[in-house]
């Protein structure tokens, strides 16, 4: 379990950049958001005990030593197009054969079988 040594916020700027700055630990964090708990059911371990701040998505996982909190519109912007590069699942054809196609060819054989038999 590798230590989380950074901490990543991610909001939008004005003009609709992403903006991103990183902290050491979450002290300087509490100066600028209010911590309302802290993550007691990540599947990531290293997350739990994390704080959780109000108005931010997060903690999540970054990499192996960042710890990630977004702002709500950059997570729902950021979930739609992770979501829509994605690639659609693919089906795998199945190979069945039809009970017509098993039935005709059921007959032809033993129209065969009999056409031979009456020979």
Do not use: C
């Amino acid at each position: 379990m590798a230590k989380k040594d950074t901490y990543r916020i991610v909001t939008r700027a004005s003009d609709g950049t992403l903006r991103i700055r990183d902290f050491p630990n979450y002290e300087p964090l509490l100066e600028i958001h209010t911590q309302i708990g802290v993550d007691d059911s990540s599947t990531d371990l290293a997350l739990r005990g994390m704080p959780v701040f109000k108005g931010l998505i997060g903690p999540m996982p970054e990499g192996k030593n960042i710890v990630r909190y977004e702002s709500p519109e950059v997570f729902e912007v950021m979930t739609k197009e992770w979501i829509a590069t994605r690639g659609r699942k693919r089906r795998r054809r199945t190979t069945s054969i039809s009970v017509e196609t098993s039935v005709e060819n059921t007959l032809s054989k033993l129209e065969v079988e009999i056409s031979s038999l009456t020979s």
